[in-house]
Structures are given as structure tokens and as C-alpha cells.
């Protein structure tokens, strides 16, 4: 399969958006693990494990809150920003305005109404737009982060070339993504892009921060964080179980009996082949 476009992700989401929903926690990115994981699957009930997935989601995003160091009154792009949970917990937190773009239109009505929900609809605002080609205007932001949203991009390049156009003189980038840690078969790479509208992995960590440098971004630090993230891919298969029922009904038939089949070999992939690297960037002049 050839790398997706942004139409043919923003559609993906658009239909299976919501079995992230029901299988990773409540935000659309990985979990990080600080303390562990329980795994006495007979202790957890499905509401119960999703709760300990989103908890871990939370434990990522307030890492990376941190990192982007945002300042009241400062504007942040949001490159990819799911149904917007760290978008506006972001906005929330740091008194900033915030952007969150997304090819996906459903993920843009989830994203609007949290902001709505919380308060936010001021300052915290989301827009359908490809990250390969931002209509923002020049040095609009003073920062922006991309958590787990590479992976879809079929021209990584152009789109780290996109959010440093954006970006004012100084503005800090925070990209958040998988590599292969372990180099895919042409099979798994196959089954991985069809599975989920992803383009093919980086080799290694080194090659985004690489991207960035090519792009006139200077690198401020590097964090591996693939043992803190392992934990979800033990977590995930069982709430799978539990919540099939109401996955079929999401899905349908069809697509319920290929994700039967081809779920657990992508999350026995991601365990143990996939890495997960964190880079953050400044503009430079």
C-alpha cells in the first residue's frame, strides 16, 4: 500500500475514529507509564481499564504541557490534534489561545464541542486542515507540538516546513511519534499502513530529529520513551475484548471480523518492534 493521503486519513478517522475512543482512553495518543500497569485483568473491569488508559494519556500530556513551557497570552498550534482533549487541557492550563487542525471533520465537531463544554470556545478553536499545507499566515504561532500525528504524513518534510513557516523567530516545536525499533517485514509494514491510514515508519529516532535540522529547526532535546510506553499494548487487547460488542455495533460486521483478526497482531507489533521517540525544537533564525 502506498503512503495515505490527507483526504484518505481524514476519512479513516471519519469512520473509525471511535474505536480509539473505546480502546486507548480518551485522548488519540499512547499512554506513558510511570509506575506501572495493573494487570490483573479480573481486577479491572472495561470502564475501569479505560480509565487507566486515559490516565496514562494524561500523564504524556502533562509532560509535554511542560516542555512547551506556553505563557498566557501566546498562540500554539495543535498539528493533528485528535478529538482535542490535550488541545484544550493545554489551553486550560496555560491561559493561551490555542489551534487545533485536523483532516478529520469529525474529529473537528469532537474538538469544538470540548472546548464548548469547558469554556473555551474563545480562545480554543479547531479547523479541518492538512498539516502538509497550513493556510495559517507566516509566524502566526509561538509554538506548536505534534503528538503521534507523523505518522500519517505522507511528506513529513513539507509538513515540519509548514509548522516552522507558522512559527514565529524562537517558537518551540514538540514532535511526539513511533519509529521502528526494530525494522518491519514488507508484510507488516503493509499490514500496518492498510490497518491504520499510516505512512511508512522512520527507521529510527534519529531520522525526525534529522527532519528537523534540515528544516532550519535547532535541537533542544531528545527523549526515548518506548519503555514508559510498552505497558499500553498490554492494556489495549483486553479492553478490546471487553468493549467487543460495542465495537461491532460501531463498526459492523465486516470490519469487525478483520479487526478480530488483524488488532492483535498490530498491537503484538507496536509492542515489540515499534519505538517512540520525543524531540524538541526550537526556530532558529
Given at each position: ?37 495493573r494487570t490483573e485483568t479480573g481486577e479491572l473491569t472495561a470502564d475501569e481499564m479505560w480509565e487507566e488508559l486515559t490516565r496514562a494519556q494524561d500523564s504524556w500530556t502533562g509532560t509535554l504541557i511542560d516542555v512547551v513551557g ?120 503493509q499490514l500496518f499502513q492498510a490497518a491504520f491510514a499510516l505512512s511508512r515508519l522512520p527507521a529510527g529516532p534519529e531520522d525526525y530529529s534529522r527532519m528537523l535540522g534540515e528544516a532550519g529547526f535547532a535541537i533542544q532535546d ?64
Open positions: 500500500m502506498s503512503n495515505p493521503s490527507a483526504r484518505e486519513v481524514g476519512e479513516w478517522y471519519d469512520r473509525f475514529g471511535g474505536l480509539y475512543g473505546l480502546t486507548m482512553g480518551d485522548s488519540m495518543h499512547l499512554g506513558m507509564w510511570t509506575d506501572g500497569v506556553l505563557l498566557p497570552g501566546q498562540r500554539m498550534l495543535d498539528v493533528g490534534c485528535g478529538t482535542g482533549r490535550p488541545t484544550v487541557r493545554i489551553g486550560t492550563e496555560s491561559g493561551a489561545s490555542v489551534l487545533g487542525v485536523t483532516v478529520s471533520a469529525a474529529q473537528v465537531r469532537a474538538g469544538r464541542d470540548r472546548a464548548l463544554k469547558a469554556g473555551l470556545s474563545d480562545r480554543v478553536t479547531f479547523e479541518q486542515a492538512d498539516a502538509m499545507a497550513l493556510p495559517q499566515e507566516s509566524e502566526t504561532f509561538d509554538a506548536a507540538w505534534a503528538i503521534e500525528s507523523f505518522a500519517h504524513f505522507s511528506d513529513r518534510p513539507a509538513a515540519i516546513r509548514e509548522v516552522r513557516r507558522v512559527l514565529r523567530g524562537g517558537g518551540r516545536f514538540v514532535l511526539a511519534d513511533c519509529y521502528e525499533a526494530v525494522p518491519f517485514t514488507p508484510e507488516e509494514v531528545t527523549r526515548d520513551m518506548s519503555r514508559a510506553f510498552k505497558p499500553t499494548y498490554e492494556l489495549i487487547p483486553r479492553l478490546f475484548a471487553a468493549r467487543r460488542a460495542q465495537i461491532a455495533e460501531l463498526v459492523g460486521t465486516d470490519a469487525m471480523a478483520q479487526l478480530d483478526t488483524v488488532y492483535p497482531r498490530i498491537l503484538a507489533l507496536c509492542r515489540d518492534k515499534m519505538g517512540y521517540t520525543m524531540v524538541n525544537a526550537v526556530k532558529s533564525p
